[in-house]
């Protein structure tokens, strides 16, 4: 019984040890808080001051990668493939005959109005001439030549059905993989090919909405695209007439030349637009900034104490951002330890 005592003592003064080596921690950690006449210690922060600068005011948006040319291949009218005169994959010019439908039936009723226009024609020219010794009425010639028309306008149906058969390329560039092949029956609903012209692409992409009267047609934009770093060119050639009201934002689409086809229509791009240049602009860190519920804010000192200053803000870069109001020039705006930092908290800044 000794021992169990012996143990529960010591256990018991272990304790009470504890405790108290917590609260001499805690009031010597309070007490180093502290300045000698009992104030907060001012907290050791970095920070800045604001100075005007010249700001290259660039947007950084998405867009997508679209063919310059683009187009689903069909045929126009319904028979037997009989001849397929691409490569899939393959470079074709414009002009070029794809595919070919049979026409035999077509070039039979050809022959055949051939021979009621052939008909006709004699039937007029006998019915002018009868009409010149009056022997007939003019409505009598009138009827022989209305029939000729007729003829001549069912052979110009007829040859323009045959030369559909014979599909072209309707530009250059490069086609797909074809999804017939020769001795198919084919019709208008079936897809044979997309063809699409990669030599030039465009990319389309949306800009808010304040910065649409920045944007001009002939302003040269840069871009990447995943899995690169090298950066490409385009112009700006288009813009919609309005802002989309559901985003409130502008779409605008630029060109680009893909001379060596490393650039595929489908893909995204990381867009570099220029906007105009800003002098006197008031620029901070970006690990200044904190988001909140109503907006962005910063610290700035002064007199000796963190003030905290809403601020609006415009275009962002990797290291910095563009202040609109808020802040002025001579400013020293806090850097470190913001998120900790509370409205009238004493600091000690050190200016970098």
Same mark, same amino acid.
């Given at each position: 019984m000794k021992i169990k005592y012996l143990v529960y003592t010591l256990l018991l #003064?272990?304790?009470?040890?504890?405790?108290?080596?917590?609260?001499?921690?805690? #009031?010597?950690?309070n007490g180093d808080s502290k300045e000698k006449d009992g104030k907060s210690k001012p907290m050791s922060v970095n920070g800045i001051i604001v100075q005007p600068q010249t700001f290259d005011n660039n947007l950084s948006l998405s867009g997508s990668i679209e063919a310059n040319e683009q187009v689903e291949?069909?045929?126009?009218?319904?028979?037997?493939?009989?001849?397929?005169?691409?490569?899939?994959? @393959?470079?074709?010019s414009k002009g070029q005959v794809l595919f070919k439908v049979n026409d035999l039936e077509l070039r039979a009723q050809l022959r055949q109005t051939a021979t009621k226009?052939?008909?006709?024609?004699?039937?007029?020219?006998?019915?002018?001439?009868?009409?010149?010794k009056e022997a007939i009425s003019r409505e009598e010639y009138d009827i022989a030549r209305a029939d000729l028309k007729s003829a001549q306008a069912q052979s110009q149906v007829i040859?323009?059905?045959?030369?559909k058969t014979s599909v072209r390329a309707p530009f250059s560039g490069k086609i797909g993989l074809r999804s017939i092949s020769p001795g198919t029956y084919i019709t208008p609903a079936?897809?044979? #090919?997309?063809?699409?012209?990669?030599?030039?692409?465009?990319?389309?992409? @949306?800009?808010?909405?304040?910065?649409?009267?920045?944007?001009?047609?002939?302003?040269?934009? $840069?871009?990447?695209v995943a899995g690169s770093t090298e950066k490409y060119t385009a112009k700006?050639?288009?813009?919609?007439?309005?802002?989309?009201?559901?985003?409130?934002?502008l779409q605008v689409r630029a060109i680009a030349e893909n001379r060596d086809g490393k650039l595929l229509p489908g893909t995204f791009a990381n867009v570099e637009l220029p906007?105009?240049?800003?002098?006197?602009?008031?620029?901070?860190?970006?690990?200044?900034?904190i988001p909140v519920q109503d907006g962005k804010k910063v610290f700035i000192s002064s007199n000796g104490q963190a003030k905290e200053v809403m601020v609006e803000t415009a275009t962002r870069t990797d290291a910095s951002i563009l202040i609109l109001s808020g802040l002025?020039?001579?400013? $020293?705006?806090?850097? @470190?330890?913001?998120?900790t930092l509370k409205d009238e908290t004493p600091v000690k800044v050190k200016v970098k």
């Open positions: #003064a272990g304790i009470i040890g504890f405790i108290a080596y917590r609260i001499s921690a805690n #009031a010597s950690k291949i069909r045929s126009e009218v319904s028979g037997i493939v009989e001849g397929i005169y691409f490569q899939e994959g @393959s470079n074709v226009e052939g008909l006709a024609s004699e039937n007029e020219r006998r019915a002018k001439l009868l009409l010149q040859k323009a059905q045959i030369a079936i897809l044979v #090919a997309k063809l699409v012209n990669i030599g030039r692409l465009k990319i389309t992409f @949306s800009i808010p909405e304040k910065y649409a009267n920045q944007v001009k047609t002939n302003t040269m934009l $840069t871009f990447t700006v050639y288009a813009i919609e007439p309005g802002v989309e009201v559901a985003t409130r934002t906007l105009d240049i800003i002098r006197d602009a008031i620029v901070v860190p970006t690990e200044a900034i002025k020039a001579g400013d $020293t705006v806090l850097t @470190s330890g913001v998120m």
